[in-house]
């Protein structure tokens, strides 16, 4: 079975500091790995998607993360936050591996807090 | 290109009620799909349709029956609610080969 999970339910940091959102993973295939990103009363929205191409995926504002195989991680960055970057992160494995039934497992999230 | 719609947005049910939740996606995908939002649980995936005419579980589908209307509409019902059932519903849609998945605004359902 596979299963994510994202270490910090709550990260805090200043707006110009790095971001860094934790997440690890579980998988008996090669998995295939999203960040998806919630705005306060929103649908989710793809950040970037990890698909067994290139190990550093970059997406949109700004955003990459790389996947390290030894340490089933997919950990989220980003080298200077911003205030608008305030929400809620999510991780998720293709449930599947590297069939796409399109069925995601998805972590618990991580509300990621900006302070001026 | 409205992409993944959702009716209503809003919803106060009580116990015993049922109701049906509604979905659209107008980008001719193939897979669609219904999450439940849980605090503290991320989402969770009761059922998904990865074709027209065919559906399948998810990790939680006690309480709740679907139906895949056509390729557009996916709708999400649930016959007798119950107060475990108050969250926030989420409809997905891919085209099943991209990986993608498109969400909807979601419905917050509330059951008293």
């Known amino acids: 079975a596979q299963s994510v999970t994202q270490l910090g339910s709550h990260v805090s940091v200043s707006e110009g500091a790095l971001v860094l959102l934790r997440c690890n993973y579980s998988?008996?295939?090669?998995?295939?790995l999203f960040w998806y990103v919630q705005y306060p009363n929103q649908g989710l929205q793809l950040l970037l998607k990890?698909?067994?191409?290139?190990?550093l995926v970059k997406g949109i504002n700004g955003f990459e993360a790389e996947f390290k195989k030894s340490e089933t991680s997919f950990h989220l960055t980003k080298p200077s936050a911003h205030m608008s970057d305030a929400a809620e992160y999510f991780c998720?494995?293709?449930?599947?591996?590297?069939?796409?039934?399109?069925?995601?497992?998805f972590g618990q999230g991580t509300t990621l807090q900006v302070k001026p | 290109n409205a992409g993944v719609t959702q009716t209503p947005k809003f919803q106060v049910l009580k116990t015993g009620q049922s109701m049906t939740l509604q979905c659209a996606q107008d980008m001719n995908h193939n897979s669609m799909y219904w999450y439940r939002q849980d605090p503290g649980m991320g989402l969770r995936l009761i059922y998904y349709?990865?074709?027209?005419?065919?559906?399948d579980k998810g990790e939680v589908p006690n309480g709740y029956n679907v139906s895949r209307l056509n390729k557009r509409e996916f709708s999400l019902r649930l016959e007798s609610a119950a107060p475990s059932q108050t969250s926030v519903y989420f409809c997905a849609s891919n085209l099943g080969t991209a990986f993608t998945e498109y969400f909807g605004p979601g419905t917050r359902l509330t059951v008293t």
């Open positions: 990890y698909t067994s191409a290139a190990t």
């Open positions: 998988s008996s295939v090669p998995p295939y």
């Open positions: 998720a494995v293709s449930s599947e591996g590297s069939s796409n039934t399109g069925k995601l497992i």
């Open positions: 349709s990865a074709s027209e005419g065919t559906t």
